[in-house]
């Protein structure tokens, strides 16, 4: 059975940093590509960040492009989402989802149960 265990998010200031991690278990973590996705009340789920299976190659929204960066340790099978200099626009539930394609869109095969990110300004 695969599983996604999410965990990092927390309540922070404007121009704070937060990491979150994401570890899997249950597949061959380095097969599959990990996406960042996030979602604030009464919004679509949005696209954050994606990295490959190998983590040669990552893609980023124009939002949070130069301030997030996403990152896997497959010995771990564990991805990891840094985000510096948070907004408030940034508040939302952080989910990460694993597929064998990376995509920008929510198609992801695999889901976790989402953390909660609230900044402050």
């Known amino acids: 059975q695969v599983q996604l265990a999410e965990s990092g998010g927390g309540l922070v200031q404007e121009g704070d940093s937060l990491k979150l991690s994401c570890t899997a278990s249950?597949?061959?973590?380095?097969?599959?590509?990990v996406g960042w996705f996030r979602q604030a009340p009464g919004k679509d789920r949005e696209f954050v960040a994606t990295?490959?299976?190998?983590?040669?190659?990552?893609h980023y929204s124009h939002s949070v492009q130069g301030r997030f960066t996403v990152s896997r340790n497959n010995g771990k099978n564990t991805v990891y989402l840094q985000m510096n200099s948070l907004k408030p626009e940034d508040t939302a539930v952080y989910y990460c989802?694993?597929?064998?394609?990376?995509?920008?869109?929510?198609?992801?095969?695999?889901w976790g149960q989402g953390t909660q990110v609230t900044v402050s300004s």
């Open positions: 990295i490959t299976g190998s983590g040669g190659a990552t």
């Open positions: 249950g597949l061959a973590f380095s097969d599959y590509a």
């Open positions: 989802a694993l597929d064998r394609r990376a995509r920008t869109v929510p198609e992801y095969q695999y």
